[in-house]
T-cell receptor, first 111, second 113 residues
């Protein structure tokens, strides 16, 4: 797998490797975080979410880690597949209606 | 298909014209949100409704923009006197009021010539 620094817009991995996508959030009062996957020309698709009272949550092939101390969120994708190629956005919510999105990371999976 | 739907999917208009977009949320969802997304950026919040009440509007929503949800079901977003800077993807999302997870529609791509 390959880890990227914060705010890096692209990540290229080999099919079958693990991917780690990082995100920094801005508001220490945010209590809900969510990862979306967006393919070209489509709307964001929900992947996984986590509340601030947790530090880890697992889904199918995906894991989200939350570090509130440094306001950092990461998305881990196991055994990355070509269909995982997309832009991934993290978003935060502070008990309000709106989501605040990060810049996004473009994941490219090489066969 | 029981997801969020948006119409039209694409709209090309000339500068100065008015455009209107429609969003149909997931049927059980009381909350409906509008976002705008430009190329290479994450979605930016514009406004949201709970039932027919508009609860919050972003400063991005200039007086040329108006959103309605008259019966608490579908919503419309109108842009008057369009400008080239309005070119973007307009996204709609919906959620339950007690849940934070927002589900997005496919978006309406607006191009202002």
């Amino acid at each position: 797998g390959e880890s990227v620094g914060l705010h890096l817009p692209t990540l290229s991995v080999q099919e079958g490797d693990n991917s780690i996508i990082n995100c920094a959030y801005s508001n220490s009062a945010s209590d809900y975080f969510i990862w979306y996957k967006q393919e070209s020309g489509k709307g964001p698709q929900f992947i996984i979410d986590i509340r601030s009272n947790m530090d880890k949550r697992q889904g199918q092939r995906v894991t989200v880690l939350l570090n509130k101390t440094v306001k950092h969120l990461s998305l881990q994708i196991a055994a990355t597949q070509p269909g995982d190629s997309a832009v991934y956005f993290c978003a935060e919510n502070n008990r309000g209606g709106k989501l605040i999105f990060g810049q996004g990371t473009e994941l490219s999976v090489k066969p | 298909d029981t997801g969020v739907s948006q119409n039209p999917r694409h709209k090309i208009t000339k500068r100065g014209q008015n455009v209107t977009f429609r969003c149909d949320p997931i049927s059980e969802h009381n909350r409906l949100y509008w976002y705008r997304q430009t190329l290479g950026q994450g979605p930016e919040f514009l406004t949201y409704f709970q039932n027919e009440a508009q609860l919050e509007k972003s400063r991005l929503l200039s007086d040329r923009f108006s959103a309605e949800r008259p019966k608490g079901s579908f919503s419309t977003l109108e842009i008057q006197r369009t400008e080239q800077g309005d070119s973007a993807m307009y996204l709609c999302a919906s959620s339950f009021p007690t849940a934070d997870t927002q589900y997005f529609g496919p978006g309406t791509r607006l191009t202002v010539l």
